[in-house]
Every structure is written in structure tokens, then in C-alpha cells.
């Protein structure tokens, strides 16, 4: 006998509606959710006991560090020229073009360093994390670590987890500094900036908080970026088509929880700066 909620006319009630859309989509996150902070305890429980294997942390570390340093430093040039392009033309338009190096690098620093590298991290890495412990979960390898007495959490969560919070700074000052140098080198080579301008109101203007909060951030979205990955690895869907589901929601949950980290931290980190050094600033 069916149990689901019948209409007046004995039907069964459509489940289509835009309040049960709505209910389940809210479910859905706050099952998301509670699954993401369990998953962040159980991590720190394991933190707290030990860290874990040096072999299998320093792998890790490689293939999440080393190997990315292409791929953030090409990214990071680029976006260092692609900003320059950009502000040339509205600066010399105020005869401010001599000044493009401050507005260049301010903002690589601040906002597009880090966050281009943590987007980075999270389509080369954070989708790779989740295919692979998605493979585990399918091919019941996860079953086997349990059943050997080991735990897969502190085995395969934790060493992904520090990797990623530990070298994710690193990746967004290299990130920074091939930023810089593109931008400096496309605006001095190409647009006729001179390059004695150039760094000086790129160093007038950057200050040691900027660089310091650039890089909190970045530590966020490191842990972010593992959270997640580690969370739709381990809640992998059956066969193949579950394992590129895992990777995909991994990168499009990272990328979008990655803008939301940006945007509470920026701001609370803009009005700590104003109540810190209040004042206005003098160009």
C-alpha cells in the first residue's frame, strides 16, 4: 500500500511544486552542510592525536604542491598582463598610467593572486582528490581500510587536508610574484611604463597587510578546497558516472564556497584595516 500524501482526489500529491523544490534543495544544504562540519571535526580529532605519516604526508605535498607550480605560475603571469592591459588605457586617460604598477599588483595581492590559485588548486587537485577517493568508495578500497583496522579518515583525509592548508600559501605567493613580473614586464616593454615608476608605486601602495591578508585567505580556501574534496570522495555515488559526478561537484562546491570565503573575509578584513589605521589615504 502506498504511504506517500494524497490529494483530494486520491492521487498521489506532485512532488514538483516550487515549495517542495524549495524544501528539498534546503535539505540537501543542510545535509551538505552538517556533512562538511562532521567530516572538519572528525579532521581536527585526528590533528590533535598525531600527525600523520611522513611518507604519506610529504606525497601528498608533492603532488599537491610541486606538481601545481606550473599551472599557478602561468596562470598567475598572465593575469599580472591581463591586468595591465586592462587598466593602461583608464589611467592615461587621468595621466595616472606611470601608476599602473600599484593598481596591478594592489589587487593581485589583495584579491586575484589568491583566489586564482585556490581555483587552481581546486579544478587540478581538489577534482582529482575527489575522483580518487571516489574510486576508493566504488571499488569498496575504503571497506578494505576499515576492515584492516586502519582509519580512513586520519589515512586519507588528514594528509590531503595539511597538504592543502600548508602549501596553498606558498602557491599564491608564486601566484604574486609571476604576477608582478608579467604585469611590470608587459607594461614597461609594451605600454612604455617606465620601470622605475612602476615599482615605485608599486611598493608605496602595497602594503604589509595586504600581503598578509592575501595569504589568510588563502588558508581558508586551502582547507575549503580539501573539506570538500575529501567529503564527495567519500559520498561518491556508484560506478562511473558517480566518480565524475564526485569530481565535478568538488570543483563547482569549492569554487563557489572559494567566492564566499573571499567575500566575509574581505570585508571583515577592509574594516579591521580602517580601524586599525584610520584615516583617509593619500595618493
Given at each position: 500500500m502506498?504511504?506517500?500524501?494524497?490529494?483530494?482526489?486520491g492521487q498521489p500529491?506532485?512532488?514538483?511544486?516550487?515549495?517542495h523544490?524549495i524544501g528539498?534543495?534546503?535539505?540537501r544544504?543542510?545535509?551538505?552542510?552538517?556533512g562538511?562540519?562532521?567530516?572538519?571535526?572528525?579532521i581536527?580529532?585526528?590533528?590533535l592525536?598525531?600527525?600523520?605519516?611522513?611518507?604519506?604526508?610529504?606525497?601528498?605535498m608533492?603532488?599537491?604542491?610541486?606538481?601545481?607550480?606550473?599551472?599557478?605560475?602561468?596562470?598567475g603571469?598572465?593575469?599580472?598582463?591581463?591586468?595591465?592591459?586592462?587598466s593602461?588605457d583608464?589611467?592615461?586617460?587621468?595621466?595616472?598610467e606611470?601608476?599602473?604598477?600599484s593598481?596591478?599588483?594592489?589587487?593581485?595581492v589583495?584579491?586575484?593572486?589568491?583566489v586564482?590559485?585556490?581555483t587552481?588548486?581546486?579544478?587540478?587537485v581538489?577534482?582529482?582528490?575527489?575522483?580518487?577517493?571516489?574510486?576508493?568508495r566504488?571499488?569498496?578500497?575504503?571497506?578494505?581500510?576499515?576492515?584492516?583496522?586502519?582509519?580512513?579518515?586520519?589515512?586519507?583525509?588528514?594528509?590531503r587536508?595539511?597538504?592543502?592548508?600548508?602549501?596553498?600559501?606558498?602557491?599564491?605567493?608564486?601566484?604574486?610574484?609571476?604576477?608582478?613580473?608579467g604585469?611590470?614586464?608587459?607594461?614597461?616593454?609594451?605600454l612604455g611604463?617606465?620601470?622605475v615608476?612602476?615599482?615605485?608605486?608599486?611598493?608605496?601602495?602595497?602594503?604589509?597587510?595586504?600581503?598578509l591578508s592575501?595569504?589568510?585567505k588563502?588558508?581558508?580556501?586551502?582547507?575549503?578546497i580539501?573539506?570538500v574534496a575529501?567529503?564527495?570522495g567519500?559520498?561518491?555515488?556508484?560506478?562511473a558516472e558517480?566518480?565524475?559526478?564526485?569530481?565535478?561537484?568538488?570543483?563547482?562546491?569549492?569554487f563557489?564556497?572559494?567566492?564566499?570565503?573571499?567575500?566575509?573575509?574581505?570585508?571583515?578584513?577592509?574594516?579591521l584595516?580602517?580601524?586599525?589605521?584610520?584615516?583617509?589615504?593619500?595618493?
Amino acid at each position: 500500500m502506498a504511504t506517500g500524501t494524497l490529494s483530494t482526489g486520491g492521487q498521489p500529491a506532485p512532488r514538483d511544486t516550487p515549495f517542495h523544490l524549495i524544501g528539498s534543495a534546503t535539505i540537501r544544504l543542510l545535509e551538505g552542510t552538517g556533512g562538511l562540519a562532521l567530516l572538519l571535526a572528525s579532521i581536527a580529532r585526528r590533528l590533535l592525536t598525531g600527525l600523520p605519516s611522513r611518507s604519506v604526508l610529504l606525497t601528498q605535498m608533492f603532488e599537491i604542491g610541486v606538481q601545481s607550480l606550473p599551472v599557478v605560475a602561468v596562470t598567475g603571469g598572465f593575469i599580472g598582463m591581463v591586468l595591465a592591459v586592462q587598466s593602461y588605457d583608464t589611467l592615461r586617460t587621468m595621466g595616472f598610467e606611470n601608476r599602473i604598477g600599484s593598481v596591478v599588483n594592489v589587487s593581485l595581492v589583495k584579491e586575484l593572486g589568491p583566489v586564482l590559485a585556490a581555483t587552481m588548486l581546486a579544478g587540478r587537485v581538489g577534482s582529482r582528490m575527489a575522483a580518487e577517493l571516489g574510486t576508493m568508495r566504488v571499488t569498496e578500497q575504503i571497506e578494505a581500510l576499515r576492515a584492516l583496522g586502519a582509519d580512513p579518515v586520519c589515512y586519507l583525509a588528514v594528509p590531503r587536508f595539511l597538504s592543502c592548508f600548508l602549501l596553498i600559501p606558498l602557491l599564491t605567493v608564486v601566484a604574486d610574484l609571476v604576477g608582478m613580473l608579467g604585469g611590470w614586464f608587459f607594461s614597461t616593454q609594451v605600454l612604455g611604463v617606465n620601470s622605475v615608476e612602476y615599482w615605485r608605486y608599486t611598493f608605496s601602495f602595497i602594503t604589509g597587510y595586504d600581503v598578509l591578508s592575501g595569504l589568510f585567505k588563502s588558508v581558508w580556501f586551502g582547507g575549503a578546497i580539501a573539506l570538500v574534496a575529501c567529503d564527495r570522495g567519500f559520498r561518491c555515488g556508484a560506478g562511473a558516472e558517480g566518480v565524475g559526478r564526485a569530481a565535478t561537484d568538488s570543483f563547482v562546491y569549492s569554487f563557489v564556497i572559494i567566492l564566499l570565503i573571499d567575500f566575509v573575509l574581505g570585508t571583515f578584513l577592509s574594516s579591521l584595516y580602517y580601524v586599525l589605521w584610520p584615516g583617509p589615504v593619500s595618493l
